[in-house]
Every structure is written in C-alpha cells, then in structure tokens.
C-alpha cells in the first residue's frame, strides 16, 4: 500500500493548484488500469497529512479548494519573504526591457544595431540579459570588425509565456491616438 502514497504525493507535488480526490482517483485508474478504491485514497491522504504534520517537515499536506495542496507551515513564512523579495529584485530594469525588445523584434542583431536604435551604450543591459539567459549569441556578422549578433533565447519564451517569436505583439496591435495638435472643433 506505500507505493500508493508515493504515487499520490507525486500527483499532489506536481500539480500547481489543490488536486481533487476525483483526479487523483482517474488518474490512478488509468495508471494502474484498475479502479483505486476511493477508501483507500482517503486513508492513503489521512496518512500522508499525518505524515507531514510532524516537525521534520517544512510543509504539509493541506486540504483547500476542494483539493489537496503542500503549502510551507507558518513558522518558515518570514524566510519565504527573504527569497519572494530578492526575487522581485531581479526583475528587468527600463533599459533591460527596451533592449529585450530590440533585440526580440529585430534579430538577429548587434550591438552597434541596437545602440543606434536607443541612442545609448547597451553593453550593460546586454551583459545582464546574458547573465539572465534570456538571449543568447547567436554567431558573428560579417560587418567590419565581426560583431556579435544577438537574439532570443528558449528561456525569453518561458519568462514572457509564449511558443514563438511570431506571438509577440505586433505594433498594429497597441492602439495609438492620432496626433494632434490642440483641440478639434466641429
């Protein structure tokens, strides 16, 4: 019956909302090509909440959302907050945001091509994007002096949540007022 928890703590683990008794129940069927007495699930989770209330464990099994969740006991909320605030700190600064978007709309692309662009000296912006991963050098060009050429990386795709390139928002798509200068009349 152990191998039973571990399958369920997987399942729980590994589901990024409260999972149901009913999804753990289908997909344990399926898995074992059986159907999983649902009392048997329902000690098989008493025994696992039991488990994780002890003091050996950071986190336990909590039943919400007409699910079941590991969430962190309350006692390790404050080192929780450390890392949720350095992490926000390694957000993408004004600079490190235009560049991105330069270099997602126009690669591939230099450095030179990008600095013409903003106006600005990008080697910090681009050197911290690197280190962040979210483009990478994707050869050499063959203007004088071989400069690098830059363009997206598969983790940009994760950070911004989208498959491709071709779903990034086109400019047609912000809504831009037309110029004018003081107020129409009729």
Do not use: W
Not at 56 to 69: I, N, P, R, T, W
Not at 81 to 93: C, G, V, Y
Not at 94 to 113: C, F, H, R, W
């Amino acid at each position: 019956m152990d191998f039973l928890h571990r399958h369920i703590e997987a399942l729980i683990f590994c589901s990024p909302s409260p999972l149901g008794k009913d999804e753990i129940h289908k997909c344990l069927s399926e898995m074992f090509e059986a159907d999983v007495p649902l009392d048997h699930i329902d000690q098989a989770l008493a025994e696992l909440q039991q488990k994780y209330k002890q003091e050996d464990f950071s986190f336990a099994l909590e039943k919400l959302g007409g699910g079941y969740q590991f969430l962190t006991k309350p006692a390790y909320q404050t080192s929780i907050a450390i890392l949720l605030k350095q992490q926000s700190q390694k957000r993408l600064s004004t600079a490190q945001m235009e560049t991105l978007s330069i270099i997602a709309y126009k690669q591939p692309v230099t450095k030179g091509e990008i600095e013409q662009i903003r106006g600005v000296n990008c080697d910090y912006s681009v050197q911290k994007l690197l280190e962040k991963e979210l483009v990478e050098i994707k050869g050499k060009s063959d203007q004088i002096g071989r400069p690098l050429i830059y363009g997206t990386s598969p983790k940009f795709m994760e950070y911004f949540g989208i498959n491709s390139i071709q779903e990034l928002p086109q400019p047609k798509d912000f809504s831009q007022p037309d110029n004018q200068i003081g107020e129409e009349r009729e």
